[in-house]
């Protein structure tokens, strides 16, 4: 695992927070030493900032979609499971942080912006993800209570609706 992190990104006490960063200060400052940073207000324009804060929105555009959805703290677990549910059965589940299957509910690993366009129009890509030259080889969306869902691949990181505790 050591040889697939970035360089300095076990050396860092502080992560730094910027805005305004320009992608060119974005690679120097950060991306080609492998230093991490929290990049402030690059999403003000994203129009999920509002709707996706709105339950009856999302039901509107996709609650009668059929969505894969993990059910368990992780796969660790031995009550962990996937079961297929509408967008709506799911967002029901995470509103009332209804646990009665016994454990959290969460979407993950799923192409959510493939199958729901008009999800997909509410965010913007940001330039920093063209960092590197590379072409981008997914574009996920992450739905789910406090306490679920550990990613550990290098990545773009935003966050629309919540919080997010990240230790690096």
């Not at 990104?9 to 690679?27: A, I, M, W």
């Not at 804060?53 to 059929?66: E, F, K, P, W």
Request: charged content about 20%.
């Amino acid at each position: 695992m050591l040889g697939v992190l970035p360089p300095k990104s076990l050396c860092c006490k502080t992560v730094v927070k910027k805005s305004g960063l320009s992608l060119e200060g974005f690679l120097r400052e950060h991306f080609l030493p492998g230093s991490p940073v929290i990049l402030t207000d690059c999403m003000a324009h994203w129009p999920a900032r509002a709707k996706w804060n709105d339950m009856d929105y999302l039901i509107r555009v996709a609650g009668d979609r059929t969505v894969p959805v993990e059910v368990g703290k992780n796969y660790l677990y031995p009550e962990w499971k996937q079961e297929l549910i509408t967008f709506s059965q799911f967002l029901e589940r995470i509103r009332g942080n209804d646990f009665s299957s016994g454990a959290p509910t969460y979407l993950a690993q799923h192409s959510l912006f493939d199958q729901i366009n008009e999800l997909r129009e509410d965010i913007r890509m940001p330039d920093y993800c063209c960092a590197g030259g590379g072409e981008l080889r997914s574009l996920n969306a992450w739905f789910g209570p406090a306490g679920t869902v550990h990613d550990p691949h290098h990545n773009v990181f935003a966050q629309v609706v919540g919080k997010k505790y990240v230790r690096l």
